[in-house]
């Protein structure tokens, strides 16, 4: 599985921005997938996951209300919904998946990751 994310930019703070991560290669559908970020001179750290089918999301507490993760299976993407952003949101966002665990892919320890795509927020 190959994971290409898109969507960041240079936003205001209190606006909002989607990120998407596409995947290439079979049986996608079968990976939990999840959101990570790392801010300079910051650890990376998680963000938000979804398991196989979408119906269970997972979400660090500084994003909870804010962000939402979805998937679309028949395409092969993920998303990131990002409202109410602040300037501490500023990061790379990467995309991660994994086939196995939710548990590990949320504890940084994905099988496979994107490239970044960076987030900046503006006060």
């Known amino acids: 599985v190959q994971l290409q994310a898109s969507g960041g930019g240079l936003v205001q703070a209190g606006g909002s921005l989607r990120l998407s991560c596409a995947a290439s290669?079979?049986?996608?559908?079968?990976?939990?997938a999840a959101w990570f970020r790392q801010a300079p001179g910051k650890e990376r750290e998680f963000v938000a996951a979804?398991?196989?089918?979408?119906?269970?999301?997972y979400y660090a507490d500084s994003v909870k209300g804010r962000f939402t993760i979805s998937r679309d299976n028949a395409k092969d993407i993920v998303y990131l919904q990002m409202n109410s952003l602040k300037p501490e949101d500023t990061a790379v966002y990467y995309c991660?998946?994994?086939?196995?665990?939710?548990?590990?892919?949320?504890?940084?320890?994905?099988?496979?990751w994107g490239q970044g795509t960076q987030v900046t927020v503006s006060s």
């Open positions: 979804v398991n196989l089918s979408g119906r269970r999301t």
């Open positions: 290669g079979r049986l996608f559908g079968n990976h939990h």
């Open positions: 991660a998946s994994d086939p196995a665990s939710m548990s590990a892919l949320t504890a940084g320890q994905a099988s496979y």
